[in-house]
T-cell receptor, first 120, second 108 residues
């Protein structure tokens, strides 16, 4: 079974703090993703990575950075937490696809349990 | 225009009935389609993948894909209260795009 783990289920931080959210997968997946999920806004992609030390901005990268030093680990960093970053953060991973139109780019993503972050 | 659209619900069905969840998408080039189930306060769980036109069955779940109509659906037969959750449709259009989800409530 695919297993994606996240460092914390619940986290409370203060405005201005630097926050690290860690994600680890054990299926040798090339792709890893960070989303946030908010009521009424659905799942929004923050950053993703196709390989070690590689990162790509998603739809809402502002205020976030990421790090991927090892294939199995993908970290999300809030440089200076703000109250509008209070959210559920979800990490996901998948095998690498070869692009749109290729059946091998199935991109089945498997999610970790999520981290509920509250910024006060 | 949203790229993946779902009725938000809530969709309420009695126990034992068939629940029908629908999803439309805008990118005709999309090649793979997924249904996720998300219980309140939990993360999404992949329950079905479909890549070809037609039906794909897995236990009580059937996914249906019609690429010409840009439509994908999920049928849940013999619905159980434990099926009460939000169901997310996701479409691979070069990247995975999620719908907002449909809330399903199965009443005993």
């Amino acid at each position: 079974d695919v297993k994606v783990t996240q460092s914390s289920r619940y986290l409370v931080k203060r405005t201005g703090e630097k926050v690290f959210l860690e994600c680890v997968q054990d299926m040798d997946h090339e792709n890893m993703f960070w989303y946030r999920q908010d009521p009424g806004l659905g799942l929004r992609l923050i950053y993703f990575s196709y390989d070690v030390k590689m990162k790509e901005k998603g739809d809402i990268p502002e205020g976030y950075s990421v790090s991927r030093e090892k294939k199995e680990r993908f970290s999300l960093i809030l440089e200076s937490a703000s109250t509008n970053q209070t959210s559920m953060y979800l990490c996901a991973s998948s095998f690498l696809g070869s692009g749109q139109g290729d059946p091998s780019s199935y991109n089945e993503q498997f999610f970790g349990p999520g981290t509920r972050l509250t910024v006060l | 225009q949203k790229e993946v659209e779902q009725n938000s619900g809530p969709l309420s069905v009695p126990e034992g009935a068939i629940a029908s969840l629908n999803c439309t998408y805008s990118d005709r080039g999309s090649q793979s389609f997924f249904w996720y189930r998300q219980y309140s306060g939990k993360s999404p769980e992949l329950i079905m993948s479909i890549y070809s036109n037609g039906d794909k069955e897995d236990g009580r779940f059937t996914a249906q894909l019609n690429k010409a109509s840009q439509y994908v659906s999920l049928l849940i037969r013999d619905s159980q209260p434990s099926d009460s959750a939000t169901y997310l449709c996701a479409v691979n259009s070069g990247k995975l795009i999620f719908g907002q989800g449909t809330e399903l409530s199965v009443k005993p």
